[in-house]
């Protein structure tokens, strides 16, 4: 549902058919081959202890991050009443 969603906004409306599955095809493939890269690499013995070792930044990093998403989406919605 992701990708068909994602395919709409990005491929135009004269594509043919074919074409839009095709392009839905590759773009399932690239995403399943990534992620299970990803998730091999990831769930490696070494990359787990490294992964441990920085989770208290990598926590840190993400708050401060969705913090700063979380202030500027209301500030903007305060701006707009």
Do not use: E, H, N
């Amino acid at each position: 549902m992701f990708f068909i969603s994602l395919m709409s906004s990005l491929v135009p409306s004269t594509m043919s058919i074919p074409g839009k599955t095709a392009a839905l095809a590759i773009l399932w493939s690239l995403s399943l081959a990534w992620f299970s890269f990803l998730a091999w690499a990831l769930s490696t013995k070494r990359m787990q202890r490294k992964l441990g070792s920085a989770a208290i930044y990598i926590d840190g990093l993400c708050g401060v991050l969705f913090s700063g998403i979380g202030v500027t989406i209301f500030t903007q919605v305060i701006s707009v009443l």
